[in-house]
């Protein structure tokens, strides 16, 4: 288990895809969070999604719980792991509202960060972020990120096209 003095990072089972499935299914989360089209998904579609994710040697993904109360709070997960480019894309998402703006996210891109280098010999984490999502960018670039590129009106969200933001972080 990856954990510090806020925070711990856990494997994922099964009593915990409900979690997921909520925020994954709140559109006030999943808007700014999710680069797929919104689509509200049943527990059984939500299972599925976690199994396609358990056999994917390239990605894996870790609940986030906040120590002070054991609430679960969100998830961090890693993708597209690169071995021979030491290279990674990272995303995060603090499903629960009110435990934003509390230091959590930091504290897990901070703990998969140091796995990620120490354990699987990456170099750069890279993050994509939808350029209206202020709050992803101010955290991510007050993390070291560094705008890298964008990709011009890439995403459709809410009647219209949106540019997505390349981050990354050598690490």
């Known amino acids: 288990m990856l954990e510090n003095e806020m925070i711990s990072l856990k494997?994922?089972?099964e009593d915990d895809i409900q979690f997921i499935q909520k925020w994954h299914n709140d559109y006030e989360v999943t808007k700014n969070t999710?680069?797929?089209?919104?689509?509200?998904?049943n527990l059984e579609?939500?299972?599925k999604w976690y199994e396609r994710k358990l056999v994917d040697?390239?990605?894996r993904?870790?609940?986030i719980e906040y120590k002070n109360n054991r609430s679960k709070v969100g998830f961090v997960s890693f993708s597209n792991l690169d071995y021979r480019n030491q290279k990674v894309l990272l995303s995060i998402v603090i499903g629960e509202i009110e435990y934003r703006g509390k230091g959590i996210?930091?504290?897990?891109i901070k703990l998969l960060e140091e796995l990620l280098k120490v354990e699987?010999?990456?170099r750069k984490i890279t993050v994509q972020v939808l350029a209206f999502n202020q709050p992803s960018l101010t955290l991510f670039k007050r993390n070291g990120y560094i705008e890298e590129?964008?990709?011009?009106?890439?995403?459709?969200?809410?009647?219209k096209f949106h540019d997505l933001l390349l981050l990354s972080k050598f690490v």
């Open 45 to 47: 579609e939500e299972k």
């Open 11 to 13: 494997t994922i089972e």
């Open 105 to 108: 996210a930091t504290q897990a």
């Open 61 to 63: 993904v870790f609940l």
């Open 34 to 41: 999710t680069l797929t089209s919104f689509f509200p998904r």
């Open 149 to 159: 590129g964008v990709l011009k009106e890439e995403i459709y969200r809410d009647g």
């Open 57 to 59: 040697p390239t990605s």
């Open 120 to 122: 699987f010999n990456i």
